[in-house]
């Protein structure tokens, strides 16, 4: 069986229908459990105290964020190259839910910061480009508005995603590049001395895998839309 069948908005919605109610369930007991147990069966942080408890949204809000937009690139190219309709709709009903986590990230690294650095904002490197990509999602989601014919929206958004991505891009891993930044390393790396304690890791493991089926959930939920108003303008068009 091809993965390419499912570009068939016939099969999309007979897949995603199946899967949604497991999803659902799935989302809702990993990020309930993962918060929960990070917020009141974690200690408090010796240097940061209970502040630190907001990695268990802020770390998985702005990981997410930039994952939305690598995969809106990604379904961006296939749309190019191989004018999948489904691709396009993902990418377009992503957007929103990956502004909406831009968004989380920067409000609670905001409330992060003001007690670590005694400031809400700093104009750091990944801070910046993070911000930088919050107004890329602002001009994708603004352009598909904008453009009357979808083939061609699709065409200049997936270009913008393109161009979007060296944000998304340096927002990851601007730590690595610029070291006088203020914003602190990975908070889970493939060197252990680099991680978070243990008494953290496996509660934020939890928010992760949370964070993420929401983003899967949410997805097929609009893309699932996009389809049916699809429909909904083709039939009415036939009738006109």
Not at 26 to 37: F, K, N, P, R, Y
Not at 182 to 196: C, R, T
Request: aromatic share 14%.
């Amino acid at each position: 069986m091809s993965l390419w069948e499912y570009a068939n908005p016939v099969k999309f919605m007979r897949l995603t229908g199946r899967l949604l109610p497991f999803l659902c369930v799935l989302t809702a007991v990993s990020l309930a459990t993962g918060i929960i147990w990070g917020f009141f069966g974690t200690p408090d942080d010796y240097k940061q105290g209970s502040t630190v408890k907001i990695i268990f949204i802020h770390v998985p809000a702005a990981t997410m964020a930039v994952s939305a937009w690598f995969m809106m690139l990604v379904t961006s190219l296939i749309w190019l190259i191989r004018r999948h309709h489904i691709s396009a709709l993902a990418a377009k009903a992503a957007a929103p839910i990956g502004l909406t986590l831009t968004l989380i990230a920067l409000g609670t690294g905001a409330i992060w910061g003001k007690p670590m650095w005694g400031t809400y904002w700093a104009w750091d490197p990944r801070l910046t480009s993070f911000l930088i990509l919050a107004v890329f999602y602002l001009g994708y989601i603004a352009l598909w508005k904008a453009v009357e014919d979808n083939d061609t929206a699709a065409d200049l958004t997936s270009i913008l995603c393109m161009v979007g991505s060296v944000f998304a891009f340096l927002s990851r891993y601007a730590v690595n590049f610029w070291n006088q930044g203020l914003h602190q390393g990975a908070s889970i790396a493939v060197n252990k001395e680099q991680h978070v304690d243990n008494a953290y890791i496996y509660p934020l493991f939890l928010s992760f895998a949370g964070f993420f089926l929401l983003f899967v959930t949410l997805v097929f939920v609009r893309t699932r839309t996009e389809i049916r108003l699809r429909r909904a303008a083709a039939l009415q068009a036939r009738s006109l």
